[in-house]
């Protein structure tokens, strides 16, 4: 018989950073395998131990150079069963400069979430220093930290290319002036797209009465046909110029299969690129690697994670990096018709048309009336009596399943 005995601890982090949010499974401890090799029969046993009596706190902390009330999330490492993070609560929280000056947050929510208590930008050239006391009485301060240069986005652009799996489709890419010292840089963005319910119809059928089953179709509907979505990105993009020797940022960071729904209408697309130290950019490089990681035992611990928040007693774990940096944004709109001419149409599901016929067999209840209460639109009339009208599944009828009728207030058509 062969006992394998796997011992490991599953740390879970939840990490939020400006419009970036992913979660990354670390392993740590160490695999002990426990052979033994009796002649009867080969069984292989796999015990999994977890334990979480040194928990772990996440700090995400950036300044920029932005005048807003900016923010801080403080949350605990998870077990892997576990569903949502656990968040650190009732911290004081604050901030310095290297002339004096305070900046206290306070907590807005249950999510961990401290924000300032007034709006203040970070100035360039000034030292900051990050202090967190905890409920628990743990004090984590960070090292002190100032700006790492200046760049100014210049333009965004798109163009058509292939992937490295041949796939056609679009780059987005960023493009910056000469930089003032600035050669690590991290992109976050919001992108909000155009969608257009492609089995619209101003037309719609009203049960009247179910038993017996009864209908009308009346012109006049409350779906709608288009509407905007919005969403932040989720990866952690990064980018140097220092490897390819520049002195200004010519960067895809975003590509889009040309089927993509995303981008078969109108997309816009807000990009802020944030000037990194080469030690900031060290360490989203490392949890770059471990999110991206298909390995989960890949033996990484939080230690290895270089950070610059030192906690008073050395026994406790952090995770986080304090950052100050420069930031610069720029908005940028593209139509699909900029690129193609074959308007194809992408939609966010798979639409289908059905056609349930008006009666079941025997005292079966009706098909129509069982599809329309299951949330399926009126589309066209059918082919005959037997089968009245063709029905589209909701999404596809009315986009509000996905989006919001109502235009943002920077959206140019």
Known sequence: MVVKIVEFTEVKLNLTSGL????????????????????????????????????????????????????????????????????????????????????????????????????????????????????????????????????????ISVRTGTDNLDNDGVYFTVETQDSDDAKYFKYDYVETFRIVAPYWTNERLIVESIQPFEYRKELGTDAAKVCYVSNSSKDIIIHDIVSSNNTKVNFDFLFYKKNNYKINERHSILLKQRVQSFDAYNYYKALKKISSSDDVFSGVQPGNISNNIIPSDPNDNVIGYFEVSHVSTKRFFFNYTDLYNDMEVNYIEDCQLLNPPLSGELLAPSPLLLSLQ????????????????????????????????????????
């Open 20 to 155: 970036t949010n992913f979660k990354l499974v670390i392993m740590k401890k160490y695999i002990k395998f426990i052979l033994l090799i009796l002649l009867v029969s080969c069984i292989d046993k796999v015990d999994l131990i977890s334990s979480t009596n040194n928990r772990t706190l996440i700090i995400d902390a950036v300044i920029t150079t932005e005048i807003k009330k900016h923010q801080i999330t403080l949350s605990y490492s998870y077990d892997f069963d576990a569903d949502e993070p656990t968040y650190a609560k009732n911290a004081s929280v604050g901030l310095t400069d290297e002339n004096g000056n305070s900046f206290s947050f306070q907590q807005i929510n249950e999510k961990g979430v401290y924000e300032a208590t007034i709006p203040f930008k970070a100035e360039e050239n000034i030292a900051y220093t990050l202090v967190v006391n905890t409920e628990e009485g743990k004090t984590y301060t960070s090292k002190p930290e100032e700006t790492s240069g200046t760049s100014t986005i210049d333009k």
């Open 374 to 413: 299951a949330g399926n639109l009126y589309y066209a009339d059918g082919a005959n009596a037997a089968v009245p009208f063709t029905l589209v599944t909701e999404g596809c009828g009315d986009c509000r399943k996905y989006g919001n009728t109502e235009k943002p207030n920077f959206w140019i058509d």
